[in-house]
C-alpha cells in the first residue's frame, strides 16, 4: 500500500468540541484499524488482548501509511482505543436489550418498541458522550 500525506483530506469530524483532544480523519482512523489487523495478522494477540509494545508496532505502521503524521503511541492511539472500546460497550450494551437489534444490511440498530429505544438512548449516549 502507497503511503498518504497524512496533511491532506483533513475530513475532520465537525461540530465536536476541541477540549484539546485531537481529531481523528477518516484518513488517520482507517489506518489504524489496518495497522490493528496487520498486528493481529503477525501474532501480537495475545489471550486476554494484545502483547506489550503493541502501540509502538502501530505507531510504526501509521507512520509507514501517513507520511508527515504527528500521530504517537501515547496518547493519541491509547486515547483512540479506549475511546472505541468505550463506544463498543455502550453499544453492545444497547443491542442486548430485547426489542432492539442490528440490521446487518442496512448497518443500523433497528427498534421494535420506541419505548425501550427511549430509556436505552439516554444510557447509551450518556456513557458515549
Wanted: hydrophobic residues 35%.
Amino acid at each position: 500500500m502507497d503511503p498518504i500525506d497524512a496533511r491532506v483530506g483533513q475530513d475532520v469530524e465537525i461540530g465536536k468540541p476541541s477540549r484539546g483532544c485531537r481529531s481523528w480523519t477518516r484518513v488517520e482512523k482507517d489506518a489504524l484499524i489496518n495497522c490493528l489487523t496487520d498486528i493481529v495478522n503477525d501474532g501480537w494477540k495475545a489471550e486476554n488482548g494484545f502483547k506489550a509494545g503493541f502501540q509502538r508496532e502501530l505507531e510504526k505502521g501509521i507512520r509507514k501509511r501517513l507520511l508527515g503524521t504527528d500521530i504517537v503511541a501515547n496518547p493519541h492511539i491509547n486515547s483512540k482505543i479506549h475511546v472505541w472500546k468505550k463506544e463498543y460497550s455502550a453499544l453492545s450494551d444497547l443491542l442486548s436489550k430485547s426489542r432492539i437489534g442490528w440490521n446487518s444490511t442496512t448497518s443500523m440498530i433497528e427498534v421494535v418498541d420506541e419505548g425501550v429505544w427511549d430509556a436505552s438512548k439516554r444510557v447509551c449516549f450518556s456513557i458515549i458522550l
